[in-house]
């Protein structure tokens, strides 16, 4: 099985930065895709960015093109998030996930592997 980890949480007022990272167990990292999820106290957990297995095709929800990206390094087994321009709506858990590859990647469902989330808090 693989684990995540992210780290790279916590407090930021808004307008800052943050950088999350993830970083996989064992030596199979390019085999999955990788996705950043999110979920606020009371909503659905959502798809905020994905990347493929060598980073050449990435994804990002609508309203954080722009502000976010994510990238990847196969060789530290490490996907990261870097956020600028945070804004309290984007207050929540966020939570890393490996894929293998389908034809459908935006789902909760769509995923395999799950890391334990990392807390995210932007104040006005």
């Known amino acids: 099985q693989v684990q995540l980890v992210e780290s790279g949480g916590g407090l930021v007022q808004a307008g800052g930065s943050l950088r999350l990272s993830c970083a996989a167990s064992?030596?199979?990292?390019?085999?999955?895709?990788m996705g950043w999820f999110r979920q606020a106290p009371g909503k659905e957990r959502e798809l905020v960015a994905a990347i493929s297995q060598i980073g050449v095709n990435t994804y990002y929800a609508d309203d954080v093109k722009g502000r976010f990206t994510i990238s990847r390094d196969n060789a530290k087994n490490t996907v990261y998030l870097q956020m600028n321009s945070l804004k309290p709506e984007d207050t929540a858990v966020y939570y890393c996930?490996?894929?293998?590859?389908?034809?459908?990647?935006?789902?909760?469902?769509?995923?395999?592997?799950w890391g334990q989330g990392t807390q995210v808090t932007v104040s006005s």
């Open positions: 064992g030596r199979t990292f390019i085999t999955y895709a």
């Open positions: 996930a490996a894929a293998i590859p389908k034809r459908k990647l935006t789902g909760t469902n769509d995923y395999d592997y």
